[in-house]
Every structure is written in C-alpha cells, then in structure tokens.
C-alpha cells in the first residue's frame, strides 16, 4: 500500500489542448479517493495518467516516494479496473485472474522446465502459489463457482467481479478504477457499490475511482475530488463538498435534484430578486453587487404567513416519487425544484399554480456570478 | 453434439497428419543434403540441361543413363541433370541462369535458336576441340553426321551454313505427311508416292473428305513448315542473304493464297485449324483425318500406340520442285563454362554412336550420325512408319533456310500470317503486308539502329550509395528533431522493432529491385550476357513504346478491354452469388465449398481444361450453344480462330466468372455484416426486394465493393498465365495481353530493357487506376453501417 | 407458398452453380482413370468424355506418382517432400511476420507508422514482372541459386495484402483489452503473442489459407530457382508431363497427378471453411 502525490500534474495533447492542467493532490495511503466530474472534465485523463497510459506532459506524479512519470505502467505496482471490464476472451476467469501473475513470476519457461528439474520445482511452487492467489481473490469476490468459465458466458456484474479479481491478485500499491460501474443497470449499480466499499473497507487499500454518477462519489469516497475543464474545483470529504461547496460549479454539481440558483442583486443584508426583497444576514453584507443565490431542492417549502425570506411562484409540475415529491415552480424566468415529502402532495398542484415558497436564510448559500463563481462566506 | 464431435476428431486428426508430414518432409530433405554428397573438391562438377520432349519420360531416363555411363567412364567428374519439362520451361530457364551468370555447361539448343544464341556470344565454338582431338588421334567422327543437320549449327555472324561450329546435332529429322491407310483404301486412293505432288496431296484431302466424318488433312501452319512449303514452290519469304523480304513476291502470294483457299474455301478438305487442342499430331489420332503434317519424326512413338488403323508417313509433296528441311536439336556448349575441355568432351559423348543408337531406338528423331541412322537401330521395318528410309532420303533435298538472328522474326512470321492461313481473319495480302510492315518497323527502331553506349554501373553505384548515404542522412535528422517523451520512445522502440520486417523487406526486397528495374528500362539489356553488357539508351525504350510500337497500344487495348468486361461482370455475378448465399438454404456449406473451390485449383491440368471447353470446333462451348443458336440461324462463335477478334477476350472473362469465388466470400462476409433491422425497416417503410437492395443493402456493401473493385482492377491487368497456356497471345494479337507481350519481350527476345519499361509504365498505370477509383468512390462510400 | 417458392428457386440456382463450378472436377477425375486412347480422344471431342470411364484404371494414379522424375517413386516423393517444406516455412514465416507487422501498424504508436502503412499498399499494385530479375540477380550474389532460400526467405519480410488485413483486424481489438495486458505486464511482443494472436484465428486462418495455396502451385518460383532434379516441387514435376509441342500425352497421368495435388488445398479449405468466412468478414474489408 502506498499514497499517491500529484505535483502540478497536467496533460497537453500535441495540437495544443490542453486535457489536465495543475492538478495538486495528496492521496493517503488506504484512502478512497474518487476524481468526479462531467464527460470531459479530464478525470479519466487524469486516472490514465497515473495508470501509464497517458504520457504526464506537466509535473510530477510520485507513487509512493517514487517518481513515476517514466516509468512504465506495469512498472508501477498499480492494477487497473476498466469500464468495459477488458477480460481476455479466449481465456477462462481462472486464467484471466492469472494472467498478471503469470507475466511475473520468475520460473514460467516452458522449455526449461522441461529440462532442469531445480527449476520444475520451482517452477511447480510458484504454479501453486499463483492457483491460491486466484482461488483468494475468487472467494473474497464471490466469483469461485464460475472460475472455469470464459468471459463471453458471464453476466455483466459476474464479468465486472472478475475484472476486480484479476487487480485484486496483483496486491498492488494502488487499484485504479475507470468508471467500472456504468455498464451496469441502475439496480446492479448500486449492489455493487455496496460490494466495492465493502471490499474497500475489507482490505484498506488506496484506491482511486473515477465517476461522473456523483451519487456513486458520494457514497464510495474517503475524499471527492470535482473536476471541470482540466481542473480540480475541490478536494474534500462528502460532506465537506455537499455543504461547503468551494464555488457554483460543485455545488450544482453534487446532490440530487441539483441545486437552485437565483440571480439577483445584494446590498446591506438584503438581497432582490426580481419583486422580492430578502433579509439575509451577514452573508449579504457589503456594498450593492450581484450574486447568486443557491438553495438545496430540500429547504424549500411553503411559505408561512411571516416567513422574511419568501418569493412568489407558479407551479410547474409536480412528480410524485413514493416517498417524497418534486415541485417544480416557476420564480420570475428561474425554473426551481422543491423537494417535498409526500404528505405535501395535495397542497402543491398544477391547477392553483400560484404559491409562495419560503427558506431559511441561514440555509442559503450565496456565490459569485459566473458558472465557477466562489462561494461567499 | 455427434457431428461437433466428428469435426473435432478430424480436426485433430489432420493436425497430426500435418506434422507428420512436415516432419518426414523436413528430415527427407536434410538428409538428402547431407548425404547429397559434396565429393572432393577435385570433382569436376559439370551441370547439362535439356528437356524431354514427345517422348517424355523416356527420352529424360536415356539422358540420364548416358549421364551416368559417362560418369562412371571418367571418374573425378560429376554430371548434374536438370530438366525443366518442356522447351518453353526450358528457354525459360536458360535465361534466366544466363542472366545469372551461372549457365549449364552443355545443354540442348534447337536449330531455330541457334542464330540468336549464337549471335549473343553464349555458345562456345567447337571447331578448336576438333581440331585438337584430331591431333590426339581422337576422331569425333563429324564426317558421320550430315552435313546438311550440321551445318545448320554453323553460324558466321550474318547466316547458318558457314562458320564456325556451335553444336553438336543429336538428332533431326526431315518432314513430311503421315497419312492413314485405312481412308486411303476406302477412298479408293492409291497411297502418296515418294515423288508426289500437291496436285495428288489435294485430290487426296479432297476424296477422303467426302467421306463420312472426315477430314482430309491436317496442315500445321508453323513458319518452319510454312517456309517449306513455300519451297517447293521455289520461293520464301526471305531472300538467300537473309535480310531481304520477299514475302511480298508473287509466287509466295500465291501460295499462300493457295493454302488459305484449301482451307476455307473448300469443306473438310482441310482441317479448320481452329482448336489448339485438336490441332498439331494429336487430331491424326482420331482416326478420322487422312494426312497430317507437316511434321517431323517426333509423333511417331506417339502413333506407335495407334490402334484402330494403320498409317505410314510420305514426303513433303513437291510443286514445282522437291524440298525439304531438317528440324534438329544439338548438345552445345556454354562458352562461360569453367571446364570447357570436360564439357566437350561430354557433349561429344552425348553424340556418340551408343548415345545415338539409343535415341534412334526410340522412333523420335533420325540419328544425326549416317552409320547409325542407316543401321537397323533406326531403320526398323517392323514398326511403322514401314518407310523409315523416306526419312533418309529426303536429306538429299534438304536445305537451309536462312534465319535473322532475331527471334522476333518466326514470333512475328507466325503471328501474322496465321491469321491469314490458320484463323482466316485477314486475306493474305493483309496479313503478309502487316507483317513486312512490322518487320521493317523491327529493323528501322532506333533501338535496333543506334549506337549505344554501355552501362556506366559503377558510377551508378557510386551515385546510388552517395544517395542512399544522404537520405538516411536527413531521416535520420528529421527522426531526432520531433522525439517524445521516455514512455513514447519506448513505445517507439518497439514499433519499429516489430514493424522491422516490413521496412527492411520494402527497402531490399521491394525498394531496391523496382530502383534496379527502373535503372534497366533506360537500358538495352539481352538478359542473357551478363549485366556489363547492358547499353544506356536514355529514353528510347518509352519512345518507341509510345511512338512506334503498335503491338504494345494492342497489347494495352486487350488488357483494358478485358478489365471493363471481366471486372463488372465478375463482380456481378460473385454479389450474385454471395446474395444466393446468404440466404438459410440447407446444405449451404456444400454450396459454398462448392463455389470457392475453383479458385484454389491451378496448374497445367486446369488450362487444359479451358481450352477443351473454348474449342472452335468440338468444345463444351459449342456443344452447349448450338442447340440455343441454330434455330435462330447462328452458330457459336469460333472463341479463338476467326471469331477471336470479337470473342477472344470475352472468352477470358467468362473464365474469370468461374474463379470469382474469393470475391464471392467477401461479398458474403460483408452482407452478413450488415445489421438486419436495416432490412427490415426498410421492408416495413413498404420496399420491395429490389429497393431494398437498391437503397440499403448496396450502400451498406460500399465498403466491400470498394475493395473487391481495386483488387479486381489490379488482378485484371496482371493476366498472363490463362493467355499464355491457352493461346499465347494469338492469334496475331488478339489475345496478347499486356503482361504476356512483356514476357515475350523479356523472355522470347531477349530485351530485358524494353520489358521493364513495359512493367513501370504498368506500375504507373495500375497506380493511376487505383487513385481514380478510389477517389471517385469516396464519394459514395458508407462506412457507418458496418460494426467498426 | 411465395418464399416456399422463391426458396426453391434460390436452391435451384445454387445447385446449379455447384454443378457448373465443380464440372471441372469430375472431368478431370474421369480422364485420370482413362485408358491411354480414351484419355486422348477425350480431350479431343466432346463426345468421347463419358460420365464414368467403362474401364476404370485406377492404377493410372500410382503410376502417375511412380513415374514423375527418373527414379520410380522417389522423383514423387522427393518433390512431394520438398513442396511440403517450402509451403509449410512459408506459410508459418508469412504468418509470423504479417501478425506482427499487423499488430505494430495496429497498436503501436510510432512517427512515421502512417506513412510505412501507405507505402506498403502502394506496394500492393506492383506486378511481380517488375521485380523478377533484379531479385534473381540478388539471390545469386548471395549464392542461394538451388536452394529453397529464394522461395522462403521472402516470406519472413511480409506481404502486403495479410499484413493489411491483420492490422484492419487487430484495429477493431478493444483498446482496454491491450491497455490491461500491457498493466498485467506484458510488453508489446507479450501482447501480441497472448492477446491478439488467439483473438486473430479467423486472419490466421485466411492467411495460412491463401498463402498455403499460392505457394503450393507456384510454378514460377521453383522453376528459376530451383535446378536439382531432386530439389523440384510438385508444380514442377507436373509440368515435365507435357512434352516441348505443348501436345498432351499420357494425359490420364497428367490428370491424375494435377488431382492428388490439388488434395492438399481442398482438404484445407473444408478444414478451415468457418474461421476462413469469420475472417473475412470482421477484420479484412473495412476501409
């Protein structure tokens, strides 16, 4: 096991674009660290940096206290889990899963262990150490009865388990993981999910994940590194990211439904959005500017009679999901959401449109114009 | 579960089978190698060649005995036989060692060959070896031979006749007419004297052709023949120096009128001369021809196994005097031979009396030596032919004919004036003025006349280096100035190693011999001297190929005619095909084993075949196509004889529908690809079949058609081997394809030069073909469909 | 009752072609168990080729394979055992080196990999007249004449149209299959050999197909190079049937030995029928 550090890490593709740029990060030895993000925003660039398959153009990546950037990926004590698993099809899972461990050992010549007898032995122990690897990792993953099977005969969770199983007998520094869950339908999705923390929390290694599903962030990270044109917006825990977000772009990012934000202007603890005038405290001290106004779909309700912050709103449409239902209102030209729990169902309704919706001002977060405006604390 | 089983047991069966052979194969010829024998390195390793002629098997084991005789006769030398098969092979061959600088040390020489060996420099001349055997007291017995058959292996410079000596005849023979007994008798004929006449030739053909089936003889019309008959009409078509034409002369006009009447103005008087199968000695067989010639003696152990009927052989008929001439081959020697004393001495041996007896024995050919030829070894009144001395005494009448030292003079003769006595689509005035017209283009070519002067190599080579120097030079800069990184140079490494192959083969393999050909197409080269005697002609060979050689806009004609014809029908009809395939039919495996098994077969027993099938006058074609055409007063076509200049080709392509089966598999891969729900949207939007094919599956194919299309292309303008089997590019040259006029130009007249300007202006053009159509098919290419 | 029909039709025509395509075959087969006259005429009339010769000589064959060469039996053997080595190094050689060749154009990054790929196919239009003699006048220098060198070293630099073909195939491997061998630790040749190979069966299979074929019946090639009688192939042994007239005696053995060499190939093709059409329809044809 062993930590990871990015020193200005950045990739240029010849023809000048640049895919990653300054990427500083320290991941710690056994840590969860998931890169997330839209299509795009150079996280996979970023994992196959680290992985060997992208040449670093910028900085330094030490794995370890090693500095890897020459050298070659299987080089790296590293093992790699892909989206679309890359089993080798002509071989069963039980040669899959010893494929890398076959690569490596130090007496696998078939010639010679025809000849010398010293080196059949050798060559027979370390066959057996290989075979209990393999049968290690098949039981940790559940995978042990389909160990002769190929790949092409496998369901797309057993073929994903076996791509888990094949890093997992490497016992590298660091596993990787490309996306490994978005070949998957949602209910395998999130099964797996469970499995993987489990497995992380089984073993405690370093692992990096990849995603854009920033519900899959949320639930397997340590820590969340968001990520948007080639850079990192912001590095810390869950709940760090999902209530102190660094700027616009992760608070919108994280959390479903996303986010609302309201544009208006702000002066003297009073913000205006269109018509209304909002108290907000502290937050909106300081000389008139515009700002934007964000607010979680969950704290915002209906209005009470003497609610300060309040506005005036026309229902759009309202969905009914089981245990809790989205409103979705028309503010001046901004589209809200609102998340109500059930019981508000028969307030909320399409045919008396008009409402007030009110929240907390401790609640709202307020940050500067622009699509990576920083959050104004 | 039964039959997955049975192919997996034959599967593994055939494995083994397969390394068995291999392994027996390669421990055959290892030890055969070793054991071989590399004897000291005192031997004297002498390397003979010849081929076997009619007589097949029979003529190569007495080669062979006497080989070995000899070998065992002189011990310290060892004698290496070679045998290509047949004359052509064998000129072939001797080419190409030549060119090598690496020729037999004696090998067989025909006396048709001999004026253009000769004038090379490549035969040695023997005259000092007799001299010095007659000092020794040796007598090599030249005073046996006839002079008229040695003679003809003289050669001053200019003519045959006089000269020095460059062959030891081994056998000949002179020419007349076999004739069949039994249509004699039954025609109520009296049988040819030895002294008969043309006038008593026809009456003949013409009685015997009334008769029920048959034909009244059989004329070959090979330019040695050709000239002898003309002969005995006192003329030919070359004057006595042996430059003048006079093959425009009345009296040789009329002749030839004469013959070309027998045979097209009259019915079964002559045989049609049509079919290349049923033509030559192999049509007397049948039983029902009356006469056929002119030939020699080398039918005769082939009639020897006639059984239905008796025959016996008559001179040449005479017109206004009796002639003859004699057809023979000699043991000559290579006057690059490192042992040019042990390879005399092996030729003369192979000449000698036992040697010939042996050979006379055989019924081939007349023993070159008298004593022999007129010893019971040869005259033999049991066999037939019962007038064995016939043969004898026409070498009293027998002359030289004067020979140019270029073989393009019989090829052209041949190819020209068949057409006026073989085929019949020129008139004999069309036919000989095309010809006298070509020769003097031959003699006038600035390439025949210049002055030329020989191949600065080494300054070549120099340059050549100096250039090669400079570009790794600036690769190598232009390489350095853009490296990646560690990883990529890695990476970089390792593709260049594996790519290796490829450029080390595309610089020595490729590059380096298409430089090579492109330097020889500046250059007059006979191939067969050594590479020193090469001329630097500059541009001339392009000059007189654009400008001055009809043969060659012919030869290119042919080629794209065939190519607009082969390639869409062929194309057609393997999408044809693959559409029929792909469908669920049962046995479809045996369909398509079927359809694609022609295209693995080859070689002589599949030409056979075609020409069979393409006969003028008893083929499949024919047999098929009459029953269809008479009713409507049409007759199928003569494919190769006097329809050739409208069928000849199209014969061709309809061959090439018969090996599309590699198309076909293509074709049927890429209509597997394309996805069905195509189709079948299609079909629900209310397209009918051919809509659907039209509009979805055509598209979809683009890709394929693409490929299948270029490769058509170039394959159709690499045809050689079907024409050069079937019908050698005649007649005139209607069927000369263009890659087989270039192998006449390499191989039969011996110019190296022209023919490689003839293969890059080839190059050029099949590049050019490509390019278009790959161009114009970018526009109409789809490449979505297909899973990627 | 309409597809039932136009079924029909389709097996009809199919059936047909069978018959038209493999007419060629019986033919043969009934002029090699002909007697010597019935041989001759056959090939002569149309009428004299009967469905199944009256007389039946089976031995023709045996004495077809007895009679090649001078020696009885080993002039066959020879040239059967030769035939066999020369097709089956080149076979595996051309195998080999257009896999690999294919893979690097393929997979591996390096400058100038455009280029050499263009190249090569222009190479693909060359008509081997070009080349012929210079490559003899080479061959020579190096002393290889009579020796199956010539006709095998080639081999191991690559043709065009497999590697071609090889690499089309190996383009459509999913990248992430080479990415994790190339973790897992192989290094380029690794991945060729362990990966791509086995996925590679169909173009294996069409390569060692079509290449089996050619060299199997090439004539030209031994003829220049090879001039031992012992060293001859099979393409070669068949030609010293034909006589210098081009005229056809002992035609039934011509036949018959034409058939038992052509055995190899068609027992090839059955064997390999499956991968060889899988081949060419994923990796060959595309662009």
New interface residues.
């Given amino acids: 096991m062993a930590n990871i550090t990015f020193q200005g890490l950045g990739k240029v593709y010849p023809g000048g674009v640049r895919a990653v740029e300054g990427v500083d990060l320290e991941v710690e030895d056994g840590e969860f660290v998931v890169l997330v993000g839209p299509s795009g925003c150079g996280k996979s660039t970023t994992l196959r940096m680290v992985a060997g398959l992208e040449e670093i153009t910028d900085g330094t990546l030490r794995i370890g206290d090693r500095v890897v950037n020459e050298v070659a990926g299987k080089d790296r004590d590293i093992a790699m889990v892909f989206q679309n698993y890359a089993l080798y099809p002509h071989l069963s899972v039980r040669q899959n899963m010893a494929f890398p461990l076959e690569r490596r050992r130090a007496h696998g010549g078939t010639v010679r262990r025809l000849i010398a007898p010293g080196y059949r032995r050798a060559a027979r122990e370390e066959d057996q150490k290989i075979q209990a690897e393999v049968s290690r990792a098949a039981e940790v993953l559940g995978i042990t009865d389909l160990l002769d099977r190929k790949p092409g005969a496998l369901s797309g969770g057993q073929r994903q388990r076996v791509a888990v199983g094949r890093a997992l007998v490497r016992r590298p520094a660091a596993f990787l993981f490309d996306e490994p869950l978005s070949n998957l339908d949602a209910k395998l999705r999130v099964e797996m999910r469970a499995e993987l923390k489990a497995l992380h929390d089984r073993l405690g290694a370093t692992m990096l994940y990849v995603t854009h599903d920033q519900e899959e962030a949320m639930t397997l990270g340590d820590r969340l590194v968001v990520m948007d044109g080639g850079r990192v917006q912001q590095c810390a825990p869950p709940r760090e990211v999902y209530e102190q977000p660094t700027n616009r772009f992760v608070a919108g990012f994280v959390g479903t439904p996303s986010m609302n934000f309201l544009e208006g202007e702000v002066a003297d603890g009073t913000m205006t959005i269109g018509e209304a005038r909002l108290p907000l405290g502290n937050a909106a001290a300081g000389s008139s500017r515009t700002v934007v106004l964000g607010l979680r779909p969950d704290r915002l309700r209906m209005a009470e009679p003497g609610d300060p912050c309040a506005l005036e709103a026309t229902v759009a449409s309202v969905e009914d999901l089981g245990d809790r239902c989205d409103v979705r209102l028309q503010v001046g030209h901004a589209e809200l959401v609102a998340r109500r729990p059930a019981r508000e169902l028969s307030r909320w309704s399409v045919s008396a449109p008009a409402a007030r919706v009110a929240f907390e001002p401790t609640e709202a977060l307020l940050f500067d114009p622009g699509p990576h405006g920083a959050r104004i604390s | 579960m039964l039959g997955h089983h049975v192919t997996r047991l034959a599967r593994g069966a055939l494995a083994a089978l397969t390394a068995v052979a291999v392994l027996w194969a390669a421990a055959r010829v290892v030890t055969r190698d070793l054991v071989g024998g590399h004897g000291d390195s005192d031997e004297v390793v002498l390397t003979v060649m010849h081929w076997s002629g009619d007589a097949g098997q029979e003529e190569d084991r007495i080669v062979e005995d006497a080989l070995r005789g000899y070998e065992e006769a002189h011990p310290g030398v060892r004698v290496r036989r070679i045998n290509p098969g047949d004359a052509g092979s064998f000129y072939t061959k001797l080419q190409t060692m030549m060119a090598a600088g690496t020729p037999p040390d004696v090998f067989y020489c025909g006396d048709e060959r001999l004026p253009s060996l000769a004038s090379l420099g490549v035969l040695m001349p023997l005259d000092d070896f007799i001299e010095r055997d007659r000092a020794e007291g040796v007598d090599a017995g030249l005073d046996d031979f006839y002079p008229v058959v040695l003679d003809g292996y003289r050669w001053d410079g200019s003519a045959t006749g006089a000269g020095p000596l460059y062959g030891l005849p081994k056998d000949f023979t002179t020419i007349g007419f076999y004739y069949n007994r039994d249509l004699f008798r039954q025609a109520g004929l009296d049988e040819p004297g030895e002294r008969w006449t043309w006038d008593e030739f026809l009456a003949a053909a013409r009685a015997i052709g009334q008769l029920d089936g048959c034909t009244g003889a059989e004329f070959v019309t090979w330019p040695r023949m050709l000239r002898l008959y003309l002969a005995t009409f006192g003329c030919d078509v070359l004057g006595d120096d042996g430059e003048t034409l006079t093959v425009r002369s009345p009296e040789v006009l009329a002749a030839l009128e004469q013959l070309a009447s027998w045979r097209f103005d009259e019915d079964n008087t002559l045989t049609s001369g049509k079919s290349r199968v049923a033509s030559g000695a192999t049509v007397f067989l049948t039983g029902r021809v009356g006469m056929a010639g002119p030939f020699g003696r080398w039918v005769v152990p082939s009639y020897r196994q006639i059984e239905g009927f008796e025959w016996d052989f008559a001179p040449m008929p005479s017109g206004s005097e009796r002639a003859n001439v004699v057809a023979s081959v000699a043991w000559c020697v290579s006057s690059r031979t490192e042992h040019p004393r042990a390879a005399w001495e092996l030729a003369r041996s192979l000449c000698s009396e036992e040697a010939q007896a042996g050979l006379g024995e055989l019924g081939l050919a007349m023993p070159s030596r008298r004593s022999i030829a007129e010893s019971s070894a040869f005259v033999d009144p049991m066999a037939a032919p019962s007038r064995d001395r016939v043969y004898l005494e026409q070498v009293e009448v027998a002359r030289l004919l004067p020979v140019p030292a270029s073989p393009k003079f019989d090829a052209l003769l041949e190819s020209r004036l068949n057409q006026a006595v073989l085929t019949g689509d020129l008139s004999v005035d069309e036919a000989t003025r095309n010809f006298a017209d070509a020769w003097k283009a031959e003699g006038d070519s600035p390439l025949m006349t210049g002055d030329f002067p020989r191949m600065p190599w080494g300054v070549l080579a120099r340059a050549a280096s100096i250039a090669a120097l400079g570009w790794a030079l600036v690769l190598g800069w232009l390489w350095r100035r853009g490296r990646p990184g560690a990883l990529g140079r890695s990476e970089e490494r390792a593709g260049v190693f594996l790519a290796s192959p490829l450029i080390l083969g595309l610089l020595f393999v490729t590059g380096f011999p298409i430089l090579l050909s492109l330097v020889l197409s500046f250059t007059r080269w006979t191939g067969i001297a050594g590479l020193e005697t090469a001329e630097w002609v500059g541009l001339a060979n392009y000059t007189q190929l654009f400008t001055e050689d009809g043969r060659f806009w012919t030869s290119l004609k042919v080629t794209a005619i065939y190519a607009l014809l082969a390639v869409p029908l062929g194309q057609a009809f393997a999408l044809g095909a693959a559409l029929l395939m792909n469908t669920r039919t049962p046995f479809i495996g045996l369909w398509r084993g079927a359809w694609y098994l022609p295209s693995v077969l080859a070689g002589v027993g599949v030409a056979v075949l075609w020409r069979w099938v393409f006969d003028g006058d008893s083929g499949l074609a024919k047999a098929l196509l009459d029953p269809l055409l008479e009713p409507l007063g049409l007759s199928s076509p003569d494919w190769f004889g006097s329809d050739a200049a409208t069928f000849g080709v199209p014969a061709f392509a309809i061959m090439n529908l018969w090996m599309v089966g590699g198309s076909m598999m293509i074709y049927l891969a890429g209509l597997q690809g394309i996805p069905k729900e195509l189709t079948e949207a299609a079909e629900l939007d209310g397209a009918g079949a051919w809509q659907r094919f039209r509009r979805v599956t055509l598209p979809m194919l683009s890709p394929v058609l693409v490929f299948n299309g270029v490769m058509a292309v170039i394959g159709s303008f690499q045809v050689f081997t079907q024409a050069f089997v079937m019908t050698r590019g005649e007649p005139g040259d209607l069927t000369r394809f263009y890659v087989l006029y270039l192998y006449n130009q390499a191989f039969d007249f011996y110019e190296m030069g022209y023919a490689s300007a003839m293969a890059w202006i080839l190059l050029v053009v099949v590049l050019v073909l490509t390019g278009l159509f790959l161009r114009g098919s970018r526009r109409h290419v789809h490449y979505e469909g297909m899973s990627r | 009752m309409k597809r039932r029909g136009s079924?029909l039709l389709?097996?009809a025509?199919?059936?047909a072609?069978?018959?038209?395509?493999?007419f060629?075959?019986w033919?043969?087969l009934v002029v090699s168990l002909e007697t010597?006259?019935n041989a001759?005429?056959a090939?002569?009339?149309?009428?004299a080729i009967s469905a199944f010769p009256a007389d039946p000589q089976w031995s023709n064959w045996t004495e077809a394979m007895r009679?090649v060469g001078?020696v009885e039996w080993q002039g066959f053997?020879?040239a059967?055992?030769?035939s066999?080595?020369v097709t089956?190094l080149t076979v595996t050689a051309t195998v080999f080196?257009c896999s690999?060749?294919g893979?690097?154009?393929a997979r591996?990054?390096?400058?100038g990999?455009g280029l050499?790929f263009a190249?090569?196919l222009?190479?693909?239009?060359?008509?081997?007249?070009?080349?012929m003699?210079?490559?003899?006048?080479?061959f020579?220098e190096l002393g290889w004449?009579d020796t199956i060198l010539p006709l095998v070293v080639?081999a191991?630099?690559?043709n065009a149209f497999f590697?071609f073909m090889f690499r089309q195939f190996m383009a459509?491997v999913?990248e992430?299959?080479v990415?994790?061998?190339?973790?897992?630790?192989?290094?380029?040749?690794?991945v060729?050999w362990?990966?791509m190979l086995?996925?590679c069966r169909p173009v294996i299979a069409i390569t060692a197909v079509f290449t089996f074929?050619f060299v199997w019946?090439d004539?030209l090639g031994p003829?220049?190079y090879l001039?031992?009688?012992?060293k001859a192939t099979l393409?070669?042994a068949?030609?010293?049937?034909?006589?210098?007239?081009?005229?056809?005696?002992?035609?039934q053995y011509?036949?018959a030995l034409?058939?038992i060499?052509?055995i190899p190939?068609?027992?090839?093709?059955?064997?390999a029928?499956r991968q060889?059409?899988?081949g060419?329809?994923?990796g060959?044809?595309?662009?």
């Fill in positions: 079924r389709t097996l025509l199919l059936a072609g069978a018959a038209l395509m493999l060629p075959l033919w043969m010597p006259s001759g005429a090939t002569v009339e149309v009428g009679a001078t053997l020879d059967l055992a030769n066999i080595l089956f080196s690999l060749v893979y690097a154009l591996v990054r390096f400058r990999r050499l190249v090569m222009g190479t693909m239009m060359l008509p081997p007249q070009v080349t003699i210079p490559m003899f006048l080479v020579r004449v080639p191991f630099f690559g590697i459509q999913p992430a299959l990415e994790a061998a190339r973790l897992d630790g192989c290094a380029h040749l690794g060729w362990r990966v086995p996925m074929i019946n004539f003829l220049i001039h031992s009688e012992e393409a070669i068949l030609n010293s049937f034909r006589n210098q007239y081009g005229g056809l005696e002992d035609v011509l036949m034409s058939l060499t052509m190939c068609i027992l090839l093709f059955l064997v029928q060889f059409i899988e060419l329809g994923s060959a044809v595309k662009g």
